[in-house]
């Protein structure tokens, strides 16, 4: 069964960047697309990034200009460069993989992140 592993959360002051990484367990998996998700506290889980293996990619409003979600040169790996952190991006960012020989989303656990001065 293959994972997701993400890790980079943690406390960060308003203004500040974050760099989130998702890796997969299994790198002989094909994925057709990556994304980050967040859910804040009492709010529903928003898209927030996505990008296909072909290299395209969309941002949620919100985060549009501010985000960059990209490809590592590990097989399976995505980042989320996160720049201008305002309070309300406090979240568990989530991390999922579409494979394409998988029949299911796969989703990550989350990773914690706290904007606050």
């Known amino acids: 069964q293959v994972q997701l592993v993400e890790s980079g959360g943690g406390l960060v002051q308003p203004g500040g960047s974050l760099t989130l990484s998702c890796s997969a367990s299994k790198t002989h998996l094909s994925f057709l697309t990556m994304a980050w998700h967040r859910q804040a506290p009492g709010k529903e889980r928003e898209l927030v990034a996505l990008i296909s293996y072909g290299g395209s990619t969309s941002y949620g409003d919100s985060v549009k200009g501010r985000f960059t979600i990209s490809r590592g040169d590990a097989k399976n790996t995505v980042y989320l460069q996160m720049n201008r952190l305002k309070v309300e991006d406090t979240a568990v960012y989530y991390c999922?993989?579409?494979?394409?020989?998988?029949?299911?989303?796969?989703w990550g656990q989350g990773t914690q992140v706290n904007v606050s001065s």
């Open positions: 999922n993989a579409n494979f394409k020989e998988v029949a299911n989303l796969v």
